[in-house]
């Protein structure tokens, strides 16, 4: 923890492995409905830049970059951020991976603090109304018959509002 900057962290963490990363040593800012393979092409090219020297040989060890991929095709917006320094942790070894100089290094950083007290509550429709309602049974419905009838969907995502 007291490697962390007060701000512009990025985290991927679950249970005890993860990566942490700050700066920017690279970025694609992405839309549309090949944002996508614009994004693949982007870090297949960059990767090839890159001068690798990796003792650990671990997954996350090297460039990463953390992404943020838009559902739709519109507005599309995408983002992908490739940090200055990354550490992470898997099966019990823990790394640093510095791109450039290493002048991404921190100031003096400020303490985290837990977010305090979250409250959740119900948006339009609770849970269990959005899966009962009307709207929700047609569009399961209707995915579901073109995805067999038709084959133009190979999944859908259903969604309602919680309010935190």
Known sequence: ????????????????????????????????????????????????????????????????????LAFADEPGDSVLIVPEVIIGQRDGVRWITTIGDGSAEPQQPEPVHPPGTVSYSDGQLSATGYRQSVVSRQSVAEAVRRMRETGDLDKIVLSHDLLV
């Open 1 to 68: 923890m007291e490697l962390l900057p007060a701000d512009g962290v990025l985290s991927w963490v679950r249970d005890s492995s993860g990566l942490v990363g700050w700066g920017c040593a690279a970025r694609l800012d992405v839309s549309g409905r090949d944002r996508f393979s614009q994004a693949d092409a982007w870090w297949r090219e960059l990767c090839h830049q890159f001068e690798v020297e990796d003792s650990v040989g671990l997954p996350g060890c090297g460039p990463v970059a953390f992404a943020s």
